[in-house]
């Protein structure tokens, strides 16, 4: 029985959020709402995770929704309200659900001219499912079940809560302080797809010749990791991932593909993806980073699409299907293999193990040796030596540049689930650091978080942030003092013989992380590579460590459009 209770608007703020099971919330502070923080510290246990930036607490929130699963609750103040925007358009594009608080001076104030005052609503309303003006504290309890169910239904993304700074103080007299349960994590609802559609589907799976499964992060929110097993193994077809959807199925599965694409692809999975003649696109949208500016597949018009997602924008956006599946991965596939297990019995196909394919790939680059440039160190080796020793419960963060590019492609997610974070929805820099911090909350095992110095550069002050959490994160900065990717791209494919305003003056970072202090060190040779991982993952606390690499100039990492002008150019790359 609901129970008539006066309370303030900070107070049934709390009440909601813990009624709806959340644990931390990322932010930090400001005088438009002091008056949330004095209630908090009275009368609440959900943990404030506070950050030093409110970029760092909304890259950090959308990562923890990522591990845990749940909406992650986002807060800023008034001054810093346009600082979430980087994070909030990650999760946007990923899909995932953040419930994002921003205070605000009162209520027309702004039309005054009042300090901070923007209209908040129309500026996240193009980036979020929904954003609210929440006016009236008897509107809280409502507002909040609608902002979580938005949040975790059809396809999950942000929603955004505008409280002024009056709301947190005044009282009313609250008789629906509820949560609906299904909307403590996403996806909320499991619709399945059209059900003749379902057969369509399975007689042209059953028809192909050379059939692939390429899985996005859908694939990853959806939770369909044993759908897609079982599908794949009863039909033996392989499973390709783009970045993003790295970790759907076990790396070393013998059907597995691992990654394809232009971020972290290889030359074997990407030609055989080309090769099929039917591709089963699961919880993707066919992004060009994914599929190489949509160059990936050939000609479209030369093999068949079919193409399952919860959002049927994303269904025959950029490739043409046979059959398109609008509707929940996991629930949609287990159906399908339902009906595969009803209608058809043992399916004969040949077997398929790409095992020793991937081995010999793998091996290819691990031994090629190409002469590094003086003074820097393989990010293969880094990478392949991190692969050996890394804990399966351990999570690696990456962002856009040689610190995702290589791990990417060369590390093995060995236990299916979201162990390798990425933003290849939106690739903005300063990522992985507060990713890292996310990650850290939201999980018991180490952290790994591979950086550039180009990204390093705009989060360096939650550095404090990792040390008093007590987390254990490292932080691998693979330096090569300037923007790499940028630079690459003008070098290998807009023929700039002098790059402009790529490069930048060096620092000496491992003074600055000893300065927050972080245990901390530097790789200089190969050898040292194994021994200081090591160190740093059984570390408790906070580590960092700098490793000189190349340029993507110098030494062309695994993105094809790079790849092809290397060749031209007589260039080492690895692919």
């Not at 299907?321 to 040949?350: F, P, Q, S, W």
Request: net charge negative.
């Amino acid at each position: 029985m609901l129970v008539e209770q006066e309370m303030t608007g900070a107070r049934a703020i709390l009440k909601m959020l813990e009624l709806h099971g959340v644990k931390h919330v990322f932010g930090l502070p400001g005088e438009t709402t002091i008056g949330w923080y004095k209630e908090w510290q009275e009368a609440s246990d959900i943990e404030y995770v506070l950050t030093r930036d409110e970029r760092t607490a909304s890259f950090a929130a959308e990562s923890y929704a990522k591990v845990t699963g749940r909406p992650c609750v986002l807060e800023a103040p008034s001054p810093g309200v346009t600082h979430c925007t980087p994070g909030i358009t990650e999760a946007y594009l990923s899909s995932v659900p953040v419930i994002f608080f921003s205070s605000d001076i009162p209520v027309n104030q702004d039309k005054k001219h009042g300090l901070t005052g923007v209209d908040q609503t129309a500026l996240y309303a193009s980036i979020c499912k929904e954003s609210f003006h929440l006016s009236k504290v008897q509107d809280i309890p409502f507002m909040m079940r609608r902002a979580f169910r938005v949040a975790t239904s059809g396809r999950p993304a942000p929603v955004h809560i505008r409280v002024p700074i009056n709301v947190f103080h005044e009282k009313a007299v609250l008789s629906d302080l509820y949560a609906e349960p299904e909307y403590q994590h996403y996806p909320a609802h499991r619709p399945v797809a059209n059900h003749g559609k379902v057969r369509e589907a399975i007689d042209v799976l059953l028809a192909a010749k050379k059939p692939v499964i390429v899985c996005g992060q859908g694939a990853l929110i959806s939770k369909a990791t044993d759908a897609v097993l079982k599908l794949a193994e009863t039909l033996q077809i392989p499973v390709g991932t783009t970045t993003p959807g790295k970790g759907t199925i076990p790396e070393t599965h013998p059907l597995a593909l691992r990654v394809i694409g232009a971020r972290g692809g290889m030359e074997y999975s990407n030609g055989y993806v080309h090769d099929a003649d039917t591709v089963f696109f699961i919880g993707t949208n066919t992004d060009s980073s994914g599929t190489d500016h949509w160059k990936l597949y050939g000609d479209p018009k030369s093999k068949t699409f079919l193409h399952l997602d919860i959002a049927e924008a994303h269904i025959g956006n950029n490739f043409p299907v046979k059959v398109g599946l609008v509707g929940d991965a996991r629930a949609t596939l287990d159906y399908m293999n339902e009906i595969l297990e009803a209608d058809h019995g043992e399916v004969a196909r040949d077997l398929v193990d790409l095992t020793e394919m991937k081995r010999t790939a793998l091996n290819a680059v691990f031994n090629s040796n190409i002469p590094m440039p003086a003074g820097t160190v393989s990010p293969v080796k880094l990478s392949q030596a991190l692969d050996t020793i890394l804990p399966t419960n351990a999570i690696v963060t990456s962002e856009p540049g040689v610190s995702a590019i290589y791990p990417s492609a060369l590390l093995s997610v060995r236990e299916a689930g979201r162990r390798y974070i990425t933003n290849y929805s939106m690739g903005a820099l300063g990522y992985s650091v507060p990713a890292g911090i996310g990650a850290a909350y939201a999980s018991d095992g180490p952290i790994i978080s591979f950086t550039g110095d180009g990204s390093l550069a705009f989060v360096l002050g939650d550095f404090e942030t990792i040390k008093r959490s007590g987390k254990n994160v490292t932080v691998i900065l693979t330096r090569n003092d300037t923007y790499g990717w940028i630079r690459g791209e003008a070098i290998l494919l807009d023929d700039v013989d002098a790059p402009w305003m790529t490069d930048f003056g060096a620092v000496d970072y491992l003074k600055v992380a000893e300065g927050f202090g972080f245990q901390t060190a530097r790789i200089t040779s190969e050898d040292q590579i194994e021994a200081v991982l090591r160190d740093a993952i059984e570390n408790p606390g906070a580590s960092f460590i700098e490793m000189m690499v190349p340029s993507q100039d110098q030494i062309v990492p695994f993105v094809p459009p790079w790849v092809r002008a290397a060749k031209e150019k007589k260039l080492p790359y690895f692919y």
